[in-house]
């Protein structure tokens, strides 16, 4: 499975970005999928994520309420809807896959394929 992250860029605090992530490969594989960001110099940490048929959810604290995970299972891609950008925001944002059924990882060791990466960047 391959993992293609897009829609990061430069936005000022308070404004929205969309983040798409679209499988190719072996997609009947892919069963939950989330969101990870990484600022320099820390870990690679969960931000939401989204079970095979989008019934279940979970979001890191700081973005309940501003960002929205979803997918589209007929365009094997899934989608980060961030409102309400802040400064604190600014990482670089890894999409990932689970080939796991039924599961609902938090952590990043749960997932199996990795996008590669799109920088986003809140300007105070």
């Known amino acids: 499975v391959q993992l293609q992250a897009s829609g990061g860029g430069l936005v000022q605090a308070g404004g929205s970005l969309t983040l798409s992530c679209a499988a190719s490969?072996?997609?009947?594989?892919?069963?939950?999928m989330g969101w990870f960001r990484q600022a320099p110099g820390k870990e690679r940490d969960i931000v939401a994520a989204?079970?095979?048929?989008?019934?279940?959810?979970y979001y890191e604290d700081s973005v309940k309420g501003r960002f929205t995970i979803s997918r589209d299972n007929a365009k094997n891609t899934e989608y980060l809807q961030m409102n309400n950008l802040r400064p604190e925001d600014t990482a670089v944002y890894y999409c990932?896959?689970?080939?796991?059924?039924?599961?609902?990882?938090?952590?990043?060791?749960?997932?199996?394929?990795w996008g590669q990466g799109t920088l986003v960047t809140v300007s105070s």
């Open positions: 490969g072996r997609t009947f594989s892919v069963n939950a």
């Open positions: 989204v079970n095979k048929d989008g019934r279940r959810t």
């Open positions: 990932a896959a689970d080939r796991e059924p039924y599961g609902l990882p938090t952590h990043r060791h749960g997932y199996d394929y």
